[in-house]
């Protein structure tokens, strides 16, 4: 394929982290069986790299609470089993370990099963105040952790993912701005502790392509990242919440990146706070207005899109694009009896009657009144604050009037699912291609 002054790898290294990544902004908890499912086709399209869950504390991250169940049904596949790693495969897992409770975790999990994830990640912010915010401590002390945690890993044949996040800017307010230097710094100070390769990560969309491109190009130079500068250490996370995301990962691959993650419909992001109508935590206060407004690249546009440009994915396009329908059409859809979960849940937390709650669907008249109802009976239920009270029954109500609404626990955002595969003859063969 002629590519005229592009500079663009010949073939690029992909991974999935829907059931992960995707699943966990998700309000809604989605049952083990499709979760297998959704890693079982995922592996089938040609996926060498795909994340499925994290080891946090399950009180907070309810989504994960199957964690080890979801491993255990994996690597006992009769589907895909054999293709993992940990049978002698070549399909790695990975699974999160933000703190060194759930490294220790994954370690004990391992230790009573006889294998385990191939690889858990940990994370840092350039922003301070971000790191502070998502892990309780400050950067050196991180490092610190993470380099026991690292060495723990090793010992126990895994490795280490190293996250280096708000690369290109905060979602925290007042703190948005931060400098690519730092990122470089943290990069480096990561590989040289050990983690196998860095996770650059985009992670509320602040990125443009020619600071990404910048960017990288600082990453991929010798003379400040030595031999860290190899691609291969190297992988782009990108989210999309001002529809960047394509074009970002565009600039990455000319910049000379070759390794991506995405995840199908571009769901995905901060963890939810709430789960089938029930506050459980999350990570705090979401960070955009909409929450689910924000995503990560997506699985099905970013494969068609490096296949029309002549670069080799090693993903059946056909296959991806039926889990993908599956995805949007058995996930993100809401079942009738998770209609009724969720207006039950509701009624419980708030204490108005299901038929009110049921009455969102058609009407916000009462929206106001019954937030303010909810909050009187929320404070008293859990003893805490008005204001923080308010809070929480603003943002239940007002989602639980969109799920009933629109039917849907999230936004498909894969255009290819849309309106079908382009043109493109570099695409065509594809449409037909099985192994």
């Known amino acids: 394929m002629t590519t005229h002054a ?32 959704l890693a079982e086709d995922l592996v089938l399209a040609g996926y060498k790299h795909i994340e499925v869950s994290n080891f946090g504390n399950p009180k907070f991250l309810p989504q994960f609470r199957d964690i080890e169940e979801l491993l255990d049904r994996l690597f006992d596949s009769e589907r895909v089993g054999h293709l993992l790693k940990q049978n002698g495969g070549d399909v790695t897992i990975t699974a999160i370990s933000i703190n060194e409770q759930a490294v220790d975790r994954a370690l004990e999990y391992k230790t009573k099963r006889g294998r385990g ?25 991180y490092f610190e952790m993470s380099e026991r945690c690292i060495a723990k890993a090793k010992a126990a044949g895994m490795e280490m993912c190293g996250t280096v996040s708000t690369i290109w800017g905060s979602p925290m ?9 730092t990122a470089v710094e943290f990069s480096k100070r990561y590989l040289d502790i050990g983690a196998a390769y860095i996770e650059q990560a985009d992670h509320d969309g602040s990125a443009d ?8 190009s600082k990453i991929l130079d010798p003379g400040r990242m030595g031999q860290w500068a190899d691609p291969k250490y190297h992988l782009a996370h990108f989210h999309t919440s001002r529809g960047m995301g394509l074009a970002n990962y565009l600039a990455a691959l000319q910049a000379g990146i070759y390794r991506f993650e995405t995840t199908l419909s571009g769901v995905g992001g901060q963890p939810s706070n709430t789960m089938d109508g029930v506050p459980s935590g999350g990570t705090g206060s979401y960070y955009h207005q909409s929450h689910l407004a924000s995503g990560l690249v997506q699985t099905e546009d970013f494969v068609i899109m490096c296949e029309a440009m002549g670069i080799t994915t090693g993903i059946d396009i056909p296959d991806l694009l039926a889990v993908g ?15 009724r979960a969720l207006v039950a849940n509701v009624s419980r937390v708030t204490g108005i009657p299901e038929d009110r709650v049921q009455r969102l669907r058609d009407s916000n008249e009462e929206l106001d009144g019954m937030i303010a109802e909810a909050a009187e009976h929320y404070a008293r239920l859990k003893a805490i604050p008005a204001e923080k009270a308010r809070a929480a029954m603003h943002g239940l109500l007002h989602s639980t009037q969109f799920y009933l609404e629109g039917g849907m626990w999230g936004f498909c955002r894969a255009e290819t699912l849309v309106n079908g595969v382009p043109p493109s003859p570099y695409l065509q063969h594809l449409l037909e291609m099985r192994r």
Do not use: C
Not at 12 to 28: K, P, S, W
């Open 117 to 141: 994830p191939d690889v858990l990640l940990q994370m840092v912010s350039t922003d301070p105040h971000h790191h502070k915010v998502n892990s309780g401590t400050t950067l050196d002390a």
């Open 325 to 339: 329908t599956l995805f949007r059409d058995k996930v993100l859809k809401i079942s009738a009896e998770d209609r």
């Open 6 to 37: 592009w500079k663009l790898p010949e073939r690029v290294d992909l991974g999935d982290i829907t059931v992960r990544d995707g699943l966990q902004t998700l309000e809604h908890f989605v049952p083990t069986d499709l979760k297998v499912k």
């Open 209 to 216: 392509p020619a600071r990404v491109y910048e960017y990288f």
């Open 173 to 181: 307010k007042g703190h948005e701005s931060t400098t690519l230097d």
